[in-house]
């Protein structure tokens, strides 16, 4: 399935259309990005620097009143949790699913200092488990939609440490990253003692492929594994480590300075060191290299790795080739532009 999603005004329209039944003016929408890591994934965990860039796929999230209780819906997975002063009257096995958005409804209530009772409906183009920030977009729209709700005037600051508390919940120890580039948008580098610099980066001659292997993984299972391996060979992988973040930078430089053939390199060069730490297979690997051979600048393994996707940069008129081949051996396959705009709170 090949999803082409272009920031347009039409996309508005869909927005706000797919939540305007039952509108009232207490209601409030919230969106984030999804995201795409370029380069630096797992390593960033050990507090080597990572390239980020977010992507025109959203998460979002309607907040509005509820008398008496608490309502947590999803709409991507059709599943519902609904809380009655603190407690679960119906829905309980979907506990996990809702457990981030109960944990941010915790925060921001505290910040308010009042508790009054809402409905949170999440709605998302971002498919789980695929690498591409699905829970840290939708973490990062629920907090600005239940912000504003509460009267809430945050920073964005605020909002990316909240949703990385959610973060937390779902995925153990997180780089931060996801929160930080959901909310910002556009290109970052980042680094987790020392936060994150925007990119100033026009990439208007090229897109990002995103090709889902269609594997399920869990981001932490990975994380842990990677983390393992490292204990066990420190004085291997410290200085994969260590070239990684190298690579990270140099990728940074070349963003910068439009030099879109050595960013395909460098890209190329980050999924070798993501297979030697062991997290592709053979589906991966066959993703990859479709996406080489059909043209793409440079192709790996994006996120956590295990499944998921794998990414690809593409000129534009190169693109349809690349998504075609792509299409052939993917469960589902994306073209999408840079979001400049990070997380936003849409006016009625």
């Keep these: 399935m090949r999803l082409f999603l272009p920031n347009t005004p039409l996309k508005e329209i869909f927005l706000y259309a797919v939540f305007k039944l039952g509108w009232s003016e207490m209601d409030v929408i919230a969106s984030a990005p999804g995201k795409v890591i370029l380069v630096g994934e797992h390593f960033v965990v050990e507090n080597e620097p990572a390239v980020a860039l977010a992507l025109e796929l959203r998460a979002k999230v309607l907040a509005r009143e509820r008398k008496g209780e608490d309502r947590y819906y999803s709409r991507n997975f059709n599943k519902a949790l609904t809380v009655r002063q603190g407690k679960i009257v119906q829905g309980g096995e979907n506990i996990d699913l809702f457990r981030p958005l109960i944990r941010i409804a915790e925060i921001i209530r505290e910040k308010a200092g009042e508790d009054s009772n809402f409905e949170l409906i999440v709605d998302s183009e971002i498919p789980p488990a695929s690498g591409m920030g699905s829970s840290a977009a939708v973490a990062v729209a629920t907090v600005a939609a239940l912000g504003k709700f509460y ?34 948008g556009g290109a970052i580098v980042f680094r987790k003692s020392e936060g994150f610099i925007r990119l100033n980066v026009k990439l208007n001659d090229v897109v990002i492929i995103l090709a889902d292997s269609g594997i399920p993984r869990r981001t932490g299972d990975m994380v842990l594994k990677v983390k393992k391996l490292k204990e066990k060979y420190s004085e291997i992988l410290d200085p994969l480590y260590h070239a990684a973040g190298h690579l990270a930078i140099e990728t940074a430089r070349a963003l910068q300075e439009g030099d879109i053939v050595k960013i395909g390199e460098l890209m190329n060069m980050n999924h070798g060191l993501l297979s030697a730490v062991g997290v592709s297979n053979l589906k991966l690997e066959e993703l990859v290299f479709t996406a080489r051979q059909a043209g793409a600048i440079g192709a790996k393994i994006t996120g956590a790795g295990g499944g998921g996707s794998i990414v690809a940069l593409a000129y534009r008129e190169d693109s349809e080739r690349i998504v075609s081949e792509l299409e052939k051996i993917a469960s589902r396959v994306f073209s999408l532009d840079i979001a400049e705009e990070g997380v936003k709170v849409h006016e009625t």
């Design 151 to 184: 009267s809430l005037d945050l920073a964005r600051e605020e909002i990316s440490q909240i949703a990385y508390e959610a973060e937390k919940v779902v995925h153990g120890k997180p780089s931060g990253i996801d929160n930080t580039i959901s909310t910002y």
